[in-house]
């Protein structure tokens, strides 16, 4: 018998969009509004003459969105998958369908075993029931007998550790003790195939090593094929073997958990216009619209050595007068598998923005840059002065990747590997 637990084939699932149209003044629809325009719309469907007008057309509110289109992939029993792509690739749409949740539009899918799903806070809980009855619960929906979910009882409660709130019901948990009794009961029923979108990043620390290592246990030990996805790519990295990358609802790679993140990275982002990038946050007041890397000679760097003085350059532009001695600028570094490195602040470091330059630009001087060789991510974030509040004015996640490469940090004539960690520390021996 073949070893394949799950067959997509041609998958796609289409949502009709509506979409609300403003009146030509821009001023808010009243309630006349809405009743003359359902009269209307009443008496055009009605009316056989309207059926097929040019104003009809032209007043079309609705679209077709192909939120997964053409999709086919196998995995077999045992893997453990993980599914990358940007918001709205398609991801949660295509865990609903392997889920029975949602219906595909075209296509077919082949599931062999039984799937427990864990695809948001409390996936399959009632309420008002307690947590002891919400395993049960829980347990029969994923065709459990009541012998097995007792035999398994102890183990849920224990992982989940939430004994003392076990007879309250479920509505009075925090999130984070949902997300803790939920993953236990789908992990510990002994389903064929685990699904888990995300959720896990709503439980502490503590709680999600203790998530990835039965994740582990789940497919090595027991042989039990898992899909997992996150944003988390050192997670990713770190537990899963293979790698599905999805993009605007098709599936553009398939292949090593390794090259599949090297591929979502690659393509993630537009490096070259951040002017261009739709995920940035904030009122706009000021934005970046160029970073870059210079050396004390200020030469612009296309790749950065390791142990030189390097300054940062932030370019800006204002939409509006905005008093630049009331910001703070934070910037982050992480590294290729999106870990968070180190953040620096102007505020934490004593320095005040200054706005008496002719040309509009922050600067970050860094002595000594104590990154070994690799790619990093830098990210930024404006925000006015602390009791100003906390509003962005302008953030964007990964706005540049840079370059650092092999450098005499020690000046010894010796370069370090970046195997034994991301970072160079400034020391001497005696």
């Known amino acids: 018998m073949s070893d394949t637990i799950i067959q997509v084939e041609n998958l796609g699932k289409k949502y009709i969009i509506g979409h609300q149209q403003a009146n030509r003044s821009g001023e808010y629809t009243t309630l006349r509004d809405l009743i003359a325009n359902g009269a209307r719309s009443i008496w055009n469907r009605l009316n056989p003459l309207t059926q097929n007008s040019k104003l009809k057309t032209q007043n079309s509110t609705k679209e077709e969105f192909w939120a997964l289109k053409d999709v086919s992939f196998e995995v077999k029993q045992g893997e453990v998958i993980g599914i990358i792509g940007r918001n709205g ?10 889920s029975r949740i949602t219906e595909p539009t ?5 599931i062999r075993g039984r799937v427990a799903s ?3 806070v409390g996936t399959g809980f009632h309420p008002e029931l307690t947590g002891r009855e919400n395993i049960y619960l829980n347990g029969a929906i ?3 007998t009541r012998a097995e979910i007792q035999r398994k009882f102890d183990e849920i409660v224990d992982f989940a550790e939430v004994e003392k709130f076990l007879d309250t019901p479920v509505k009075h948990y925090s999130s984070g003790m949902y997300v803790r009794l939920a993953f236990a009961v789908a992990a510990h029923l002994e389903p064929e195939i685990l699904i888990v979108d995300e959720v896990l990043a709503v439980g502490d620390a503590a709680f999600q090593k203790k998530c990835l290592g039965k994740m582990g246990d789940v497919a090595t030990k027991e042989g039990r094929t898992v899909l997992f996805v996150s944003h988390n790519m050192a997670t990713l990295q770190k537990i899963c073997q293979k790698g599905f990358v999805l993009d605007k609802g098709r599936c553009i790679f398939a292949g ?3 090259e599949a993140i090297s591929e979502y990275l690659s393509d993630s982002t537009d490096m070259s216009n951040l002017n261009g990038r739709s995920e940035r946050k904030g009122n706009g007041k000021i934005r970046i619209r160029q970073i870059e890397f210079l050396d004390t000679q200020r030469n612009i760097l296309k790749n950065v050595p390791s142990g030189i003085d390097i ?3 932030f370019y800006y532009e204002r939409a509006c007068e905005i008093h630049i001695e009331g910001l703070q600028l934070s910037l982050h570094l992480s590294s290729r598998m999106q870990e968070n490195l180190l953040m620096i602040n102007n505020r934490a470091t004593g320095s005040v923005l200054s706005s008496l330059k002719r040309e509009p630009y922050f600067s970050c001087y ?10 990093y991510y830098l990210s930024y974030t404006i925000m006015p002065d602390y009791g100003l509040g906390q509003e962005y004015i302008d953030a964007l996640s990964n706005a540049v990747e840079f370059n ?3 450098g005499d940090f020690y000046n010894s004539g010796h370069t370090i590997s970046s195997d034994f960690g991301f970072f160079l520390l400034d020391a001497t021996w005696s």
């Open 89 to 98: 690739a398609g991801k949660s749409t295509l865990l609903k369908i392997l």
């Open 106 to 110: 075209e296509g077919r899918v082949k």
């Open 118 to 120: 864990l695809l948001e």
């Open 142 to 144: 994923l065709g459990m």
């Open 256 to 258: 090593s958990q390794i």
């Open 311 to 313: 300054e940062i350059r």
């Open 366 to 375: 860094i002595k000594k840059l104590p990154l070994t060789a690799g790619k």
């Open 404 to 406: 650092v490469i092999d």
